[in-house]
């Protein structure tokens, strides 16, 4: 009964900036790590950015010094900016949390829907 929900994707022009969040909810006892994966068509899923609970962050080397990945572990909330957003970097956005459920008392992979980020030229 655990769900992310994302938002915040849509249609920018290159050298814009979007910021994407993560809502968990459910029955959550704790959230591990939190990630940003995406995948363009024809192309498989890739890893973005992950946080780690205590903070540690983690990119692709693609998104190095534009992405800013962060979370707010009160609400549960994960989020990333997008700066200078290049027409690769369109594709579907999808967060990802390893999520310490009540019932049953274990560590599940959870995944959102995903939101569609569209970077033009």
């Known amino acids: 009964q655990v769900q992310l929900v994302e938002s915040g994707g849509g249609l920018v022009q290159a050298g814009g900036s979007l910021r994407l969040s993560c809502a968990a909810s459910?029955?959550?006892?704790?959230?591990?790590?939190m990630g940003w994966y995406r995948q363009a068509p024809g192309k498989q899923r890739e890893l973005v950015a992950t946080i780690h609970s205590g903070g540690t962050t983690n990119y692709a080397d693609s998104v190095k010094g534009r992405f800013t990945i962060s979370r707010d572990n009160a609400k549960n909330t994960a989020y990333l900016q997008m700066n200078i957003l290049k027409p690769e970097d369109t594709a579907v956005y999808y967060c990802n949390a390893g999520v310490l459920t009540t019932t049953p008392l274990r560590l599940n992979s959870v995944w959102g829907q995903g939101t569609q980020v569209t970077v033009s030229s």
């Open positions: 459910g029955s959550i006892f704790s959230i591990n790590t």
